[in-house]
């Protein structure tokens, strides 16, 4: 089993809609979860940190879920620009510095 | 503005020529790493340095080294390039552990060809 599983798509959802995403992990004393946006042939870049009592940022919300160890991302109102591929990124205990990443989730936003 | 910089962004090289790629940082960040990652995968991390503590994977190949000479630079070594290692090669930064949190921050990356 992979320490971070992602399903990785394609989404293809039209402008406008409501889309999430879920991630799953494997080791229950992860202590950091991140969203990164990866857009094709360019570097991650940090979307949000997830915190345990869930987070907002605009049109993008984060969840955790500790008992049942996934994290959710859900994009509201979803643009042609969100269109790109999304990384879940956990660090776990014991782990240091070093993160671990999922696959990502690709996203495409058509009109 | 602080950014994390990789040079050169494009790097060809043949098989079994040695190439360094390069990376610099402003935003005075402890931590460096390296990463590699082919298309459709994850980032694998290769090695990181927390200040002048070198950390490797175990299972990085020995092919791949690094070298970090100063807080802002960081370069990374492929003595022997074979073709399984055209990638792109990402460079991120992060803080001390403790401090803040643990978000890396990337490079743009230099995709490296083996001809």
């Known amino acids: 089993r992979k320490e971070v599983e992602q399903d990785p798509g394609p989404f293809n959802v039209p402008e406008g809609a409501t889309v999430a995403f879920n991630c799953t992990y494997s080791n229950s004393a992860s202590q950091s979860f991140f969203w990164y946006r990866q857009d094709c042939r360019k570097e991650p870049k940090l979307l949000m940190s997830v915190y345990s009592s869930g987070n907002e940022d605009g049109r993008f919300t984060a969840q955790l879920n500790r008992a049942s160890q996934y994290i959710s991302l859900l994009i509201r109102d979803s643009k042609l620009s969100d269109s790109a591929t999304y990384l879940c990124v956990v660090r776990f205990t014991g782990g240091g510095n070093k993160l671990t990443f999922g696959t990502g989730t690709q996203l495409k936003v058509e009109l | 503005d602080a950014m994390v910089i990789q040079n050169p962004r494009y790097q060809v090289t043949q098989f079994g020529k040695p190439v360094t790629l390069s990376c610099s940082q402003t935003l005075n960040h402890n931590v460096m790493y390296w990463y590699q990652q082919k298309s459709s995968q994850a980032p694998k991390l290769l090695f990181h340095?927390?200040?002048?503590?070198?950390?490797n994977e175990a299972d990085t190949p020995d092919n791949f080294q690094s070298r970090r000479p100063n807080t802002s630079f960081c370069f990374l070594d492929i003595r022997s390039p074979g073709l399984g290692d055209a990638a792109m090669y990402l460079c991120?930064?992060?803080?001390?552990?403790?401090?803040?949190?643990?978000?890396?921050?990337f490079g743009p990356g230099t995709r490296l060809t083996v001809t």
């Open positions: 991120a930064t992060s803080v001390r552990p403790g401090q803040e949190s643990y978000e890396q921050y």
């Open positions: 340095y927390y200040d002048k503590d070198f950390n």
